[in-house]
């Protein structure tokens, strides 16, 4: 479970930049910043005095990882990479990719590579909104935010250093009177315990709809299919008994972006109809 070791505050007043790394709440003559570590919610709450505007709102804390955990954190948007890591895993940014590329491909509009550092050391992970660290019992360590709207939070680990960091997204946000902050959901239990919970502190009330599971080849080859590869995933997905509703061939079939109705015949021949009828005679 996190364990909650100091806050750092910094903003600037009058042309002048203060920090405040606290453990505790405390308070000067321009911002007064409440720390509050119950039970479930962890939060930071900052009442100023006079104008300022804020440059770091961010918590720390302690956390013993171990090699057998897995550390998921919640990608910055759809197209975002979002899978468990290993205690050793990686992200990659776009920083190795030629500068040419990327600008001819606009790589850089596709997550958050021009404003969040990708860490270089094992361990040195980040994403979004929630997260969990899983051991290999099948207990889940979580952290979610609880609001959103005041701005995205941004968790973070070390594991080397054994820590994890809350960060909130408000770089240059002038404020007045008060700002709610960091406020998190922490919690330890299986995976439909931390999440129904996490739910319910933000009133979201579960789905009517039935789940729908679906596989679609974009999340696997990219633009880089054909009929055969569709048909081997297709023939894989059968023989692995996977109870799937939905069977996607996502782009890379057609002749170039936006022509939907032209099929790529170096790729997918004639075969385009054959494998609708494969997938429907699959149940899906």
């Known amino acids: ?18 920090t405040l790394d606290t453990a505790e709440s405390a308070e000067n003559k321009r911002v007064s910043v409440k720390i509050s570590d119950e039970a479930e919610v962890f ?4 009442t100023t005095k006079t104008p300022i505007e804020i440059t ?22 759809s197209w975002t990479d979002s899978r468990e890591y290993d205690t050793e895993g990686v992200m990659r940014g776009i920083d190795h990719i030629p500068h040419p590329i990327t600008e001819k491909f606009s ?6 590579y021009t404003f969040v550092d990708y860490g270089r050391e094992d361990g040195e992970l980040h994403g979004f909104s929630y997260g969990y660290i899983r051991n290999s019992t099948g207990l ?27 960060i909130k997204d408000c770089t240059g946000l002038e404020i007045q009177n008060g700002y709610a902050g960091i406020c998190v959901y922490k919690g330890s239990g299986s995976e439909d315990e931390v999440f129904d919970r996490y739910f319910e502190l933000l009133k979201i009330a579960s789905p009517a709809a039935k789940p729908v599971r679906c596989y679609t080849s974009w999340y696997r080859h990219y633009q880089n299919i054909s009929a055969d590869i569709i048909e081997k995933d297709l023939n894989g997905l059968i023989s ?10 996502d782009d890379g079939y057609q002749t170039a972006v936006g022509d939907w109705l032209s099929i790529d015949k170096s790729k997918f021949h004639d075969s385009m109809g054959c494998i609708a009828e494969k997938i429907t005679a699959a149940g899906m």
Not at 43 to 46: F, G, L, P, Q
Request: glycine share 8%; charged share 25%.
């Open 240 to 249: 692995s008994g996977t109870d799937a509703d939905i069977f996607q061939i």
């Open 43 to 46: 939060s930071v709450s900052v």
């Open 107 to 112: 790589f850089a509009a596709y997550g958050d």
């Open 1 to 18: 479970m996190l364990r909650f070791r100091n806050v750092r505050f910094s903003y600037r007043a009058n042309g002048r930049k203060f």
């Open 140 to 166: 889940f360590d979580f952290v979610g935010s609880l609001n959103e709207q005041d701005g995205f939070t941004i968790i973070r680990t070390d594991v080397k250093k054994g820590k994890i960091r809350i």
């Open 56 to 77: 770091t709102l961010s918590a720390e804390f302690d956390y013993d990882f171990t090699p057998d955990m897995r550390i998921f954190l919640n990608g910055y948007q």
